[in-house]
T-cell receptor
Framework: DGGITQSPKYLFRKEGQNVTLSCEQN?????MYWYRQDPGQGLRLIYY???????QKGDIAEGYSVSREKKESFPLTVTSAQKNPTAFYLC??????????FGQGTRLTVV | DQQVKQNSPSLSVQEGRISILNCDYT??????FLWYKKYPAEGPTFLIS?????DKNEDGRFTVFLNKSAKHLSLHIVPSQPGDSAVYFCAASAGAGGTSYGKLTFGQGTILTVHP
C-alpha cells in the first residue's frame, strides 16, 4: 500500500543531544514537508522540499536541519540548538501544489 | 505573522445541524486552499480543496466556499455527525512567481464538537 511512514512514534531526548526523525514515502511525491504542532496551536512549517537535493526553510527552521538525498526520504534532525524541542512532529508529502498526505507523527519529549 | 487565521478555537453543534468553520488569509499570493481534519495524536487527513478560480466546491456533506475579495473561506458540513468531531485546519498555498510557491501554510485549527 502507498503511504507515508514516520518513525519512531515516540522519542525521548536528553538535553544537548541531537536526534533524527525518519520520514519515508512511497507515493512518488516530489514535495515533502515537516511541521511541528504544539498544544493548542496549529501546524507550523519547519522545512519543505519540492525536489531531491533541494529544500527551503519554513517559518521555524532554527535548531533543525534536513536532507533530501532520495525522493522517498526526508529526515529531520532536531539539534541541541533547538531550545524547546518537545512537540508533536508531522511529516507530509504531496505532488507540488497538491493536497498533502500526512504521516502518523512522532512525539518528541526532552527528558 | 499569521497568514492563515482561524479565529474560532472551538465550535459546538447539534447532530443533524450545519457546522460552519471559517478561515481568513492575508497573503494575496495564495490561490489554492485546503481543509484537513485531525484526531489527537494522528496526522491530519485531507478533506476538500478549492482553487481560486472557483468560489465553491462540494464533496458529499462537505462544501468549501471561497470569497477572494474578503480573503475568506469557509467549510460547511451538512448534516453534522458525531464522527465529525475533530480539529479542522485550513491551509493555503501560493502560486508560481512567489518565494513561497508550493509551501503549505496552516491555520491554528478549530475544534468541532458534534453532540448527539
Amino acid at each position: 500500500d502507498g503511504g507515508i511512514t514516520q518513525s519512531p512514534k515516540y522519542l525521548f531526548r536528553k538535553e544537548g543531544q541531537n536526534v533524527t526523525l525518519s520520514c519515508e514515502q512511497n507515493l512518488n511525491h516530489d514535495a515533502m514537508y515537516w511541521y511541528r504542532q504544539d498544544p493548542g496551536q496549529g501546524l507550523r512549517l519547519i522545512y519543505y522540499s519540492q525536489i531531491v537535493n533541494d529544500f527551503q526553510k519554513g517559518d521555524i527552521a532554527e535548531g533543525y536541519s534536513v536532507s533530501r538525498e532520495k525522493k522517498e526520504s526526508f529526515p529531520l534532525t532536531v539539534t541541541s540548538a533547538q531550545k524547546n524541542p518537545t512537540a508533536f512532529y508531522l511529516c507530509a508529502s504531496s505532488i507540488v501544489r497538491g493536497s498533502a498526505f500526512f504521516g502518523q507523527g512522532t512525539r518528541l519529549t526532552v527528558v | 505573522d499569521q497568514q492563515v487565521k482561524q479565529n474560532s478555537p472551538s465550535l459546538s453543534v447539534q447532530e443533524g445541524r450545519i457546522s460552519i468553520l471559517n478561515c481568513d488569509y492575508t497573503n494575496s499570493m495564495f490561490d489554492y486552499f485546503l481543509w484537513y481534519k485531525k484526531y489527537p495524536a494522528e496526522g491530519p487527513t485531507f478533506l476538500i480543496s478549492i482553487s481560486s478560480i472557483k468560489d465553491k466546491n462540494e464533496d458529499g456533506r462537505f462544501t468549501v466556499f471561497l470569497n477572494k475579495s474578503a480573503k475568506h473561506l469557509s467549510l460547511h458540513i451538512v448534516p453534522s455527525q458525531p464522527g465529525d468531531s475533530a480539529v479542522y485546519f485550513c491551509a493555503a498555498s501560493a502560486g508560481a512567481g512567489g518565494t513561497s510557491y508550493g509551501k503549505l501554510t496552516f491555520g491554528q485549527g478549530t475544534i468541532l464538537t458534534v453532540h448527539p
